[in-house]
């Protein structure tokens, strides 16, 4: 049964489909209505797909900008620190969601949520379905390789019409760009295409809102979201790429045009079919990024941060601190957007917890997914020199680390036939660089980095440089005696330690002259 022949079914301003976890602790599925209501009861998203995460994110950031644009129509940093310690207005965000209760309707004969209805009718969809696994970035579906599950495309399994959404709404800002077929032989790709999100977050869900709200501008008014807009009939979906109109455009973005196809009249039952096409394609633009994506040093410009294999998130905050210069970060908006609201509540001496989420992909293909936390103050994101601190302390972890592999793998090279060919070397860093080494290295500077933020949130400058010096000794010397064990102790081992022995000691020694013991005790001291 298609939407189209459907009655309209699944509201979800009523019906529950978000999931949440309460501050106790409990985990429940509440309706748009509801969570508004209990938004300060709200500890955070139950979803634990990171895309997923993201995408309900901006779904609940753009609904809340389009209700304070319509009532009050414009407000200030002033006004979300007044709403932060009143709580959201939900009266003028549930007027807002009443407006527009035809647009949520998860089935519906013209204008289904997040869908395109054209889709029943136009002929090269009205009888070709995809699996529902087309719309779902985990599941196996055409030429995919398996991650998470092992259906077929011609007998794809039963699902829930209201966890697919979910599923939906992540696919719908992740998804690569590449073949469709239908409409246009390919297509771009989704908003949020191999970023690694960036969220800060409050203690409520009320306040991870409020902290992540774009400001009103005079753009706000032409920034439609897809609920607002008119339904996209088939020539919309073959146009020329359109560039964003703002934040709430890009957060609703149809960058796929699907149908869900319900198994029955009310739209209760698992379905297991959708009609699939090219979407509203997005022209991305370098003057307006995307508010969730932040950019780091490349070898010749900056690159969108995302999650790189073998690599560690937190090797990268430096992109999300302000950088004067331009060339070697661009933190994203949102995070500015905290910062200012917490100016407006004059609070300058706290952490801002942050949330990092999103995939990476390749050709389509799914490669890998995380979802980390970071608390970082709100003194390396809003003042130049404390972020620069931190990026300089992040950078000579990684220049020591490449001293450090390149002595490690000569001294394994010469425990190699042909020990003096470049080949032989080549092939000596790479054991080293897929080995424990690099483990032994990081995860000592990993354990460290939170407290040592700490002392960069308290401008403690001086003696946060003295301490990031010790760790990396401390780092130092944990791989090395990781790499003299993986050497083991034949007679070519023992003498290639010794012969190497003395660039350990080289590359060690600034280390223990920058580390000089400072005035007040250590972290490690002073923590009980």
Same mark, same amino acid.
Not at 30 to 46: Q, T
Not at 431 to 458: D, H, I
């Given at each position: 049964?298609?939407?189209?022949d459907s009655e309209?079914?699944?509201?979800l301003l009523?019906?529950?489909?978000?999931?949440?976890?309460?501050?106790?602790g409990?985990?429940?599925d509440?309706?748009?209505?509801?969570?508004?209501?209990?938004?300060h009861?709200?500890?955070?998203?139950a979803?634990?797909?990171?895309p997923?995460?993201?995408?309900?994110?901006?779904?609940?950031?753009?609904i809340?900008?389009?209700?304070?644009c319509?009532n009050?129509?414009?407000?200030?940093?002033?006004d979300?620190?007044?709403?932060?310690r009143?709580?959201?207005p939900?009266?003028?965000?549930?007027a807002?969601l009443?407006t527009?209760?035809?647009r949520f309707w998860?089935?519906?004969?013209t204008h289904p949520?997040m869908?395109?209805?054209?889709?029943a009718q136009?002929?090269?969809?009205?009888?070709?379905?995809?699996?529902?696994?087309?719309v779902?970035?985990?599941?196996?579906n055409?030429?995919a390789?398996?991650?998470?599950?092992?259906?077929l495309?011609g007998q794809p399994?039963h699902i829930?019409?209201?966890v697919?959404?979910?599923?939906l709404l992540?696919?719908?800002?992740?998804t690569?760009?590449g073949l469709?077929k239908v409409?246009?032989s390919?297509d771009?790709?989704?908003?949020?295409?191999?970023?690694?999100a960036v969220?800060?977050?409050?203690?409520?869900?009320?306040?991870?809102?409020?902290m992540?709200?774009?400001?009103h501008?005079?753009s706000?008014?032409r920034d439609?979201p897809?609920?607002e807009?008119t339904?996209?009939?088939?020539a919309?979906?073959?146009v020329?790429?359109?560039p964003?109109?703002?934040?709430?455009?890009?957060?609703?973005?149809?960058?796929r045009?699907?149908?869900l196809?319900?198994?029955d009249?009310?739209g209760v039952q698992?379905?297991?079919?959708?009609?699939?096409?090219?979407?509203?394609?997005?022209?991305e633009d370098?003057?307006a990024?995307?508010p969730?994506?932040?950019? /780091? !040093?490349?070898?010749?410009? $900056? &690159? *969108?941060?995302?999650?790189?294999?073998?690599?560690a998130?937190?090797?990268d =905050?430096?992109a999300?601190?302000?950088?004067a210069?331009?060339t070697?970060a661009?933190?994203?908006a949102?995070?500015?957007?905290?910062v200012?609201?917490?100016?407006a509540?004059?609070?300058d001496d706290?952490?801002v917890?942050?949330?990092?989420a999103?995939?990476?992909?390749?050709?389509?293909k799914?490669v890998?997914?995380?979802c980390?936390h970071?608390?970082?103050p709100v003194?390396a994101?809003? /003042? !130049?020199?404390m972020?620069? $601190? &931190? *990026?300089?302390?992040l950078t000579?972890?990684e220049?020591?680390y490449k001293? =450090?592999r390149?002595?490690?793998?000569?001294?394994?090279?010469?425990?190699l036939?042909?020990?003096?060919?470049k080949?032989?070397y080549?092939?000596?860093?790479?054991?080293?660089?897929?080995?424990?080494v690099?483990n032994?290295?990081?995860?000592?500077?990993e354990?460290?980095?939170?407290q040592?933020l700490?002392?960069?949130g308290?401008?403690e400058?001086?003696?946060?440089?003295?301490?990031?010096? /010790?760790?990396l000794l401390?780092?130092?010397q944990n791989?090395?005696?990781?790499?003299?064990?993986?050497?083991?102790t034949?007679t070519a081992?023992?003498?290639?330690?010794?012969?190497?022995?003395h660039?350990?000691?080289q590359?060690l020694?600034?280390?223990?002259?920058?580390?000089?013991?400072?005035?007040?005790?250590?972290?490690e001291?002073?923590t009980?």
């Amino acid at each position: 049964m298609s939407t189209a022949d459907s009655e309209p079914a699944l509201n979800l301003l009523d019906v529950a489909w978000i999931p949440v976890r309460l501050r106790g602790g409990h985990v429940i599925d509440v309706g748009l209505l509801e969570f508004f209501s209990r938004a300060h009861d709200i500890e955070g998203l139950a979803e634990t797909s990171p895309p997923n995460l993201i995408a309900l994110h901006r779904l609940l950031l753009a609904i809340v900008h389009r209700a304070l644009c319509l009532n009050p129509g414009h407000w200030t940093d002033a006004d979300r620190a007044r709403w932060w310690r009143e709580g959201l207005p939900v009266a003028l965000i549930h007027a807002y969601l009443e407006t527009w209760r035809d647009r949520f309707w998860l089935f519906h004969p013209t204008h289904p949520f997040m869908q395109v209805a054209a889709l029943a009718q136009a002929e090269e969809t009205r009888d070709k379905l995809k699996p529902w696994t087309q719309v779902a970035l985990a599941s196996a579906n055409g030429n995919a390789p398996v991650v998470f599950d092992h259906a077929l495309d011609g007998q794809p399994a039963h699902i829930d019409p209201l966890v697919l959404l979910r599923q939906l709404l992540g696919f719908l800002q992740f998804t690569p760009g590449g073949l469709v077929k239908v409409f246009r032989s390919a297509d771009k790709a989704g908003p949020l295409v191999n970023t690694a999100a960036v969220l800060p977050q409050g203690r409520t869900l009320h306040e991870t809102l409020l902290m992540g709200l774009h400001p009103h501008s005079a753009s706000s008014v032409r920034d439609l979201p897809s609920w607002e807009r008119t339904p996209p009939d088939i020539a919309a979906l073959t146009v020329d790429p359109l560039p964003a109109t703002g934040p709430c455009d890009r957060y609703s973005r149809l960058s796929r045009a699907v149908l869900l196809v319900a198994a029955d009249e009310a739209g209760v039952q698992p379905l297991r079919w959708v009609r699939f096409g090219a979407g509203v394609a997005l022209m991305e633009d370098d003057a307006a990024p995307d508010p969730m994506s932040s950019y /780091r !040093a490349g070898s010749t410009h $900056l &690159v *969108r941060l995302n999650f790189a294999e073998g690599k560690a998130a937190w090797r990268d =905050l430096g992109a999300l601190l302000p950088d004067a210069t331009g060339t070697a970060a661009q933190p994203a908006a949102v995070l500015s957007w905290a910062v200012n609201l917490l100016m407006a509540l004059d609070v300058d001496d706290c952490d801002v917890p942050v949330l990092l989420a999103g995939l990476t992909s390749d050709q389509a293909k799914l490669v890998r997914w995380r979802c980390e936390h970071f608390r970082l103050p709100v003194a390396a994101l809003s /003042r !130049a020199d404390m972020a620069q $601190l &931190v *990026r300089e302390a992040l950078t000579l972890a990684e220049s020591t680390y490449k001293e =450090l592999r390149q002595v490690v793998a000569q001294m394994l090279a010469r425990t190699l036939p042909d020990p003096a060919s470049k080949e032989t070397y080549e092939r000596a860093r790479d054991m080293v660089s897929r080995g424990p080494v690099t483990n032994a290295y990081f995860t000592v500077a990993e354990r460290a980095l939170p407290q040592w933020l700490v002392r960069v949130g308290r401008s403690e400058i001086d003696e946060a440089s003295a301490e990031w010096n /010790r760790v990396l000794l401390r780092a130092c010397q944990n791989a090395w005696q990781t790499s003299l064990a993986q050497l083991g102790t034949s007679t070519a081992a023992l003498r290639a330690q010794a012969q190497l022995h003395h660039r350990y000691q080289q590359l060690l020694k600034p280390l223990r002259d920058l580390a000089a013991e400072p005035a007040t005790p250590s972290i490690e001291e002073s923590t009980p």
